[in-house]
């Protein structure tokens, strides 16, 4: 959606913006879902996204927003009644530039990683074999040890790939079903893939659960992000739960435990940096403990 938005999309979802003030939490069935003080009906259809300098800024009609914070985690139910999710896309199906929401920078825009000498980072195994991206408010804490690999998260959002035909739009944010999941670790890190499917892409396979996603697509998805670092000198990256890939109800409850740790951040109960630098939390910043 965005700057090419399907018409028509209207999205219930309680969306704290920037100078709301966050009044309370509250469960719907297993999950926790932030309130602003005055909850509001989001249509997808006014986001909107643009370059600046290099960055890709989100927009909600006229006020700038974060795709991380104020985009929210859940974007309703298919006609079954399975929970959809959103989907910021980052790197396109067949592109290489490691775009990525920045954790630190005001308003958490899209912007090519760097590396440490400042050279922008690129794919140089190959080009993406999936459309990558993450899910908006979640966030995999390094301080917790995952319930499956035992290991800390990523300190990242929660990677997703999407796996439709055609490239998605560096930018769109999708509803999308939540197929399964592999534990990848990288670095001694959990670092979650979740393996979805865009349901508003008329030509999106009818794959409601891993099980139903050829085998080859999975073990080749499986051994690119197991090998594709080592075209830049670093080691193998490992599988925890042997590398098999988890099913739907397992993989949407690991994005779950994902979003609590994000409303934990923006409580203040936790904290969360970038190469030291406190990541971007917007009109938390401001808030004292108490009124959250």
């Known amino acids: 959606l965005g700057s090419g938005a399907r018409s028509g999309v209207w999205i219930r979802a309680f969306w704290p913006m920037r100078c709301s003030r966050v009044t309370s939490l509250r469960f ?16 997808l259809t006014h986001v909107s996204w643009r370059n600046e300098s290099g960055a890709l800024q989100y927009f909600y009609d006229d006020t700038r927003i974060s795709p991380w914070h104020d985009i929210p985690f859940t974007l309703g139910s298919d006609e079954s009644g399975t929970m959809l999710l959103s989907f910021v896309c980052e790197i396109p199906l067949l592109s290489r530039e490691k775009v990525e929401i920045h954790k630190s920078l005001p308003f958490n825009p899209l912007q090519q990683d760097v590396h440490k000498n400042g050279s922008l980072r690129t794919y140089v195994y190959s080009s993406s074999i999936v459309n990558y991206g993450a899910i ?8 917790r040890p ?16 999407q796996l439709n035909e055609a490239p998605c739009k560096r930018g769109a944010i999708q509803r999308v079903r939540v197929l399964g999941a592999l ?45 594709y670092k080592t075209a830049e000198g ?59």
């Open 28 to 43: 719907e069935g297993s999950l926790l879902i932030m309130l602003s003080a005055s909850a509001v009906a989001l249509d």
């Open 136 to 143: 908006p408010q979640t966030w995999e804490d390094p301080a």
């Open 234 to 292: 670093k080691p193998l990256n490992e599988y925890g739960l042997g590398g098999r890939a988890v099913d739907a109800e397992h993989a949407l409850s690991v994005a779950k435990v994902t979003h609590e740790h994000w409303v934990e951040v923006r409580q203040g109960d936790i904290s969360c940096d970038f190469n030291g630098i406190p990541c971007w939390l917007g009109y938390s910043h401001s808030l004292p403990h108490d009124e959250l």
């Open 183 to 227: 534990a990848l670790i990288d670095s001694g890190e959990t670092d979650w893939k979740l393996l979805v499917v865009d349901v508003d892409d008329a030509a999106a396979p009818p794959w409601r659960d891993v099980t139903d996603i050829p085998t080859a697509r999975v073990e080749k998805i499986r051994e690119w992000f197991r090998v």
């Open 146 to 161: 995952d319930a499956d690999t035992g290991l800390g998260g990523d300190n990242d959002p929660i990677d997703v790939l």
